[in-house]
């Protein structure tokens, strides 16, 4: 089964608020996770990484936190805008994995 | 920089048809292959990965077969649809197994 899961499937949150997308993962051996973003009718889109020897990594407008004590990833998004409606998913690997291994995803609705 | 390319976009194919799916890569050489399918609202199951020309592996027992004649090329395939191949296909490449995956616009089949 997956060992990659999100706590919430939907998310709606109001223009211009800072939305948190959880992500819980079981394999303690984990060391690279990614967040793509995946609108409607498209492919997946790489947002951010971030390696085990790190606890956060920042982009345009993204955190990602990763808390390897409780096994957790979070992607926090800055000033939410219509625009980052999507489908956000989280990805784990670990060495001896090879590939990646993908949650279910959680829909951000963005309310203007 | 790199592109991925699938075609076609969308196809509607009657059961026991055959199916043929391409994928290229463009800017970049000795990818990760990747196909992957997607049913409405979930997430991305791992049909096949090929690390090179010839090489492919396979996740899961299914109808589906995968080829690589190309460094760059990828190909799905099928000799007989069945209504459970409906879904959405999707191909990615990749520097090495642990490395972000990259993804196509993917294809939208629909099997009836």
């Known amino acids: 089964g997956e060992s990659v899961g999100l706590h919430l499937p939907t998310l709606s949150v109001q223009e211009g608020d800072n939305s948190i997308i959880n992500c819980a993962y079981s394999?303690?051996?984990?060391?690279?996770f990614i967040w793509y973003k995946q609108e409607s009718g498209k492919g997946p889109q790489f947002i951010i990484d971030?390696?085990?020897?790190?606890d956060k990594r920042q982009g345009q407008r993204v955190t990602v936190l990763l808390n390897k004590t409780v096994k957790h990833l979070s992607l926090q998004i800055a000033a939410t805008q219509p625009g980052d409606s999507a489908v956000y998913f989280c990805?784990?690997?670990?060495?001896?994995?090879?590939?990646?291994?993908f949650g279910k995803g959680t829909k951000l609705s963005v309310k203007p | 920089s790199q592109t991925i390319h699938q075609w076609p976009a969308t196809l509607v194919q009657p059961v026991g048809s055959p199916l043929s799916l391409e994928c290229t890569v463009e800017g970049t050489s000795n990818p990760n292959l990747y196909w992957y399918r997607q049913a409405a609202g979930r997430g991305l199951q791992l049909l096949f990965y090929s690390v090179g020309i010839g090489q492919i592996s396979s996740e899961v027992p299914q109808n589906l077969s995968a080829s690589r004649p190309q460094d760059r090329q990828f190909i799905l395939s099928s000799k007989k649809l069945l209504l459970s191949d409906s879904g959405f296909y999707l191909c990615a490449w990749s520097t090495g197994v642990q490395e972000t995956q990259y993804f196509g616009p993917g294809t939208r089949l629909l099997v009836l």
């Open positions: 971030i390696r085990s020897n790190m």
């Open positions: 990805a784990e690997n670990w060495t001896s994995q090879g590939n990646l291994i």
């Open positions: 394999n303690s051996a984990s060391d690279y």
